[in-house]
């Protein structure tokens, strides 16, 4: 019994691994801390091989295990994949390399929309989701990458759990221009409008944003899509299952969190970058090569 208990204070003590192409998963750390002060957060950004949104399915998943690999000798309970083209991509492939649990971020949104479209609360929203209130009747859009849209992932789980109006729309160019900072510029709003335009025809009601780099651009999509319309934020989501998880099996840790970073190219940018995307200073930005 206390061997048990030393065992499970021994796990909860181990750090939560999060990876994504570069920043936008940071979006999803964010989210984490937010929920679960308590934790040791490792963060990998494949910034030397970013974009993944533009990438095939091999190309995904293989650089999806060199990072977990990497991420597995730094002691870690679980892998959190920080983003939805990877998620789409090569879940089924790191849940059978791996011997810690895996958890990606399209299952938590699409359980959060499916609540928002019935009429509900979406489960982790916070803030502004919250006090908006039920949906009105319409389709559930999603946004994603290329690759997160061509692998059909969104539509196959939303329709599994009974959601049948959808429309999903690759949005290729925001990442770029999440990553030069233009979060709130003429020329993103300009782009929000026209890829939001044919799922606003359709009656949008509930946004998905299925790619880790766009809550950076919530502002600029909540003005393109309109004020009734109800966003949901993967890693919101995420955070929120992920401490469920953890708490009904005793696994979270107590005391001081902490973090560490960990980029696979230019770590000084990445480190200017992730000031602002968290809004506050990271710890040092340390270069690792994967896959070599
Ligand atoms: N942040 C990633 C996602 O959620 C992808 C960005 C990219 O590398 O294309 O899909």
């Known amino acids: 019994m206390k061997g048990n208990l030393a065992a499970a204070a021994r796990r909860a003590d181990k750090a939560i691994a999060v990876f994504d192409s570069g920043m936008g998963g940071l979006t999803v750390l964010r989210e984490l801390r937010r929920a679960m002060p308590s934790e040791r957060l490792v963060y990998f950004g494949d910034t030397a091989r970013l974009p993944y949104g533009s990438k095939s399915k091999e190309a995904v998943t293989r650089f999806s295990l060199e990072i977990a690999r990497f991420l597995l000798r730094r002691d870690i309970k679980m892998l959190v994949v920080a983003c939805n083209s990877a998620s789409a991509l090569a879940l089924p492939a790191l849940e059978a390399a791996l011997d810690v649990p895996v958890f990606g971020v399209i299952g938590p949104a699409v359980r959060a929309a499916a609540a928002l479209a019935r009429g509900g609360a979406a489960p982790g929203a916070h803030g502004a989701e919250r006090s908006r209130g039920a949906a009105r009747p319409g389709i559930v859009g999603v946004i994603g990458t290329e690759a997160t849209v061509r692998s059909g992932a969104y539509p196959r789980e939303l329709s599994a759990i009974g959601c049948r109006r959808?429309?999903?729309?690759?949005?290729?160019?925001?990442?770029?221009?999440?990553?030069?900072?233009?979060?709130?510029?003429?020329?993103?709003?300009?782009?929000?409008?026209?890829?939001?335009?044919?799922?606003?025809?359709?009656?949008?009601?509930?946004?998905?944003?299925?790619?880790?780099?766009?809550?950076?651009?919530?502002?600029?999509?909540?003005?393109?899509?309109?004020?009734?319309v109800l966003l949901v934020d993967s890693g919101v989501e995420t955070a929120r299952e992920v401490r469920m998880w953890l708490r009904e099996r005793g696994l979270m840790r107590k005391g001081r969190g902490s973090e560490e970073f960990f980029v696979s190219d230019a770590p000084e940018r990445f480190k200017r970058m992730a000031r602002l995307f968290l809004g506050r200073k990271v710890p040092k930005v340390r270069l690792a090569r994967v896959g070599v």
Do not use: N, Q
Not at 195 to 212: M, S
């Open 166 to 228: 959808i429309a999903v729309r690759a949005a290729p160019l925001f990442v770029p221009l999440v990553e030069e900072g233009w979060w709130d510029h003429p020329v993103t709003r300009s782009v929000a409008r026209e890829y939001l335009a044919p799922l606003k025809k359709r009656k949008l009601r509930v946004l998905i944003l299925g790619c880790t780099h766009y809550p950076m651009l919530k502002k600029t999509l909540r003005v393109a899509a309109g004020s009734r």
